[in-house]
């Protein structure tokens, strides 16, 4: 504090510092204080990177699940099965595009509710429902298949025919934590075998039409399938007959050569016209065509038809008589006079 020479006059007394009047306080710190700051400043660094280490963990951690997890999306977004994921409640948590289409639900749709509100199983024959195999498994943590084929009833009461497949989610203790629900979409296949249906339908029509019997065998004559029309080919009991029981005699060597040469790859095909049954006073006339058609196990078979021409052959016959009713010698009359 500045005090003026007139002030010191009229107060007659000599000033003093502040600093002076201040006592001056002196700290003695003890030297077990500075151990336990640094023992703590040591525990805190420990702390610190402890943590740092642990939230390092945790990231990578995160990351790596965080791929897997998008892998996982990823395959389940490319497969053309039906696959849905329930948790222990049976309420739906994913459901992969295919599902979506096959069901005709989105995944917001469903997300959260129980399997059985929105996808029923009946049977194809009857329409009568059937148990959900997400609740089987849930409820005794086994896989369950079904491989007979049945309806799945989605959205609004879409229809498509399955086979399906249930599996528990475990975790690594082997506690049930949830279940996988997958379809396989069988339309194509039934459509496939509709038109095959359709399509064997026609062929037996045209067969009876036409009096033509398919047929497949093997190198020596043995058919592999039941032929349709039985008359086209002799049968003995359950069995048909050996070429030579079935074809008359006079034509029986023609028949064999032209078999041995397709069998033995000396021609493209087989074309024969024979008469059966041998021995028979009132005979038919029929006619074999075949081909050699190899397998995918690269084993060859021959498959054909045999069809009854006796109508043909009458007409055919007819017609050359009539030729030659109609041919005369050169310079003969018509009245038989010369």
């Known amino acids: 504090m500045h005090v003026t020479a007139a002030e010191e006059t009229v107060t007659g007394m000599t000033p003093v510092p502040l600093a002076e009047m201040i006592p001056a306080v002196h700290f003695a710190i003890p030297p077990i204080f500075w151990c336990a700051a640094a023992v703590g400043v040591a525990i805190l660094v420990i702390l610190l990177s402890v943590s740092l280490f642990y939230m390092m ?31 222990t409640e049976g309420r739906i948590r994913l459901m992969n595009p295919a599902a979506c289409e096959l069901t005709h639900y989105s995944l917001e749709e469903v997300e959260g509710r ?14 009568a429902p059937l148990p959900s195999l997400v609740e089987k498994t849930l409820r005794d943590g ?24 249930a599996s528990p989610i475990l975790d690594k203790k082997g506690n049930i934590i949830g ?9 194509e296949e039934y459509a496939a075998k509709d038109r095959l249906q359709w399509n064997d339908l026609l062929l037996m029509q045209a067969s009876d039409v036409a009096k033509i019997q398919f047929f497949v065998c093997d ?10 029309r039985t008359e086209n080919w002799g049968w003995r009991g359950d069995k048909p007959m050996h070429p030579r029981e079935w074809i008359h005699p006079e034509d029986l060597e023609d028949f064999l050569r032209a078999w041995r040469a397709m069998v033995n790859g000396e021609s493209l095909m ?6 059966a049954p041998a021995g028979a006073a009132d005979v038919r006339y029929f006619n074999m065509q075949a081909v050699p058609v190899p ?11 045999i069809q009854d021409v006796t109508e043909a052959k ?25």
């Open 57 to 87: 963990r945790i990231k990578q951690l995160q990351e790596k699940y965080s791929a897997k997890a998008q892998q996982l999306m990823l395959v389940m977004d490319s497969i053309s099965e039906g696959m849905v994921t329930a948790d």
């Open 314 to 338: 009458k007409q055919e016959f007819h017609l050359q008589e009539l030729l030659k009713k109609q041919e005369r010698p050169a310079g003969e009359k018509t009245d038989g006079s010369v």
């Open 219 to 228: 190198r020596m004559g043995e058919f592999y399938n039941a032929p349709v």
């Open 295 to 305: 397998d995918s196990a690269g084993k060859v078979f021959f498959g054909g038809i």
């Open 114 to 127: 129980v399997v059985t509100e929105v996808l029923h199983r009946v049977t194809l024959a009857s329409g």
């Open 179 to 187: 279940a996988v629900f997958v379809f396989w979409n069988l339309k």
């Open 142 to 165: 086994r896989v369950h298949r079904d491989t007979r084929a049945v309806l799945l009833v989605g959205k609004d009461g879409y229809q498509i025919p399955v086979t399906e497949c």
């Open 270 to 275: 087989l074309s024969v016209t024979y008469r």
